[in-house]
């Protein structure tokens, strides 16, 4: 029978006791080495991973998983790895993560509700120790193999305060509502909002309730406001609903996005057909990529605190699967950012001969 914790060297599997007596160290040491590294000189690891490398060891994590019944990963459902929030959240969670000597398992459900429950039954039954959602809107299915499995795990990205399930988030109406208050406090009055439809996810469908939310409160009438909704959220759908905005609305002087995807591809159309930001046209987006700051002019937004809900997601499932309590539910801040794409609105005579010339 084959060692429960070893790699194969050449034909022969290499133990643990293998790696200890070819670096010179005990078989605990290699174990915190790969278990606990931060808990291990550098010099020690520096030498039991040099013998690892010598001697072809890779641990047998099926063997390893049936003897302490966790496998050490987690499994992570995004609903995109093409846009850089979400990037910047795995990243994030994969290093805290690897404070614990735990992995990530990652896929993506490109916004398919049954995608998504093949992918939580595929990690599942790989073993994972605990699972990270997107947001609050999942099938019913998926809750259900979770409860049945025991399994740790949490929502994220999305936090409206009642849901009954674990969440590390952010009130996605909030940022919108308070951005678009700052464009009319700008003195704009005629809107255009970019957006995919609410039904995509709940997070666009909180943000899209965000600015129209505060349209009744603020009294923009439903003839100011002028929404073109997208197939995808790309820059190349961004530049053609804002084509479309400017063409058949030419007394607009904002332009909301509901990401800043779509708002990098309004600031490219509006430099296209002329359009001075924020001289003639604001935009205005959400998420804060880290690309928004250095355009020309930079993208006023809402930021999205990815870094801290993966950090915050890993602590929390950890903390689940080693038997510790904690808040069910975290939420955090979504700050709003202005930049130069937003100013206040230019005086209806100089602005209206401006768009005439278009």
Do not use: W
């Amino acid at each position: 029978m084959a060692p429960a914790d070893g790699g194969y060297y050449g034909s022969v599997m290499a133990t643990l006791g293998d790696v200890a007596l070819r670096a010179g160290v005990s078989a605990a040491t290699v174990s915190r080495v790969l278990n606990h590294p931060g808990k291990v000189s550098s010099d020690v690891r520096e030498r039991v991973m040099r013998a690892m490398g010598e001697l072809g060891y890779v641990r047998d994590g099926a063997a390893r998983a049936l003897a302490s019944r966790r496998s050490l990963t987690i499994g992570h459902v995004v609903p995109t790895l093409g846009i850089g929030i979400f990037a910047a959240g795995i990243a994030a969670l994969q290093r805290r993560l690897d404070e614990f000597g735990y992995q990530l398992l990652v896929a993506a459900s490109d916004y398919d509700e049954a995608k998504e429950v093949r992918q939580v039954r595929a990690l599942i039954e790989r073993g994972v120790d605990g699972m990270a959602l997107v947001g609050q809107r999942h099938a019913p299915e998926i809750y259900q193999l979770l409860r049945a499995r025991k399994l740790p795990y949490v929502n994220t990205y999305q936090f409206d305060g009642k849901s009954p399930h674990p969440s590390i988030g952010f009130d996605n109406r909030t940022g919108t509502f308070a951005l678009t208050r700052h464009l009319i406090d700008l003195g704009h009055r005629e809107f255009g909002i970019v957006t995919a439809a609410s039904s995509l996810n709940d997070r666009i469908a909180a943000r899209l309730q965000g600015i129209l939310d505060c349209f009744d409160d603020r009294g923009i009438p439903p003839s100011a406001r002028h929404i073109a909704l997208v197939a995808a959220q790309t820059i190349v759908e961004g530049r053609g609903a804002t084509r479309a905005l400017v063409a058949a609305h030419p007394d607009l002087t904002a332009i909301y996005c509901t990401t800043d995807t779509l708002a990098i591809g309004t600031l490219c159309e509006c430099r296209a057909l002329g359009v001075r930001v924020p001289q003639d046209i604001s935009v205005a987006g959400y998420s804060d990529l880290e690309i928004v700051s250095e355009l020309d002019p930079a993208l006023s937004t809402v930021h999205i605190p990815a870094e801290r809900i993966g950090i915050r997601t890993a602590d929390f499932l950890i903390d689940r699967i080693t038997g510790r309590s904690g808040p069910t539910t975290i939420e955090l801040e979504a700050e709003i950012i202005i930049r130069r794409s937003t100013g206040p609105v230019r005086a209806a005579s100089r602005f209206g001969g401006r768009r005439r010339a278009l």
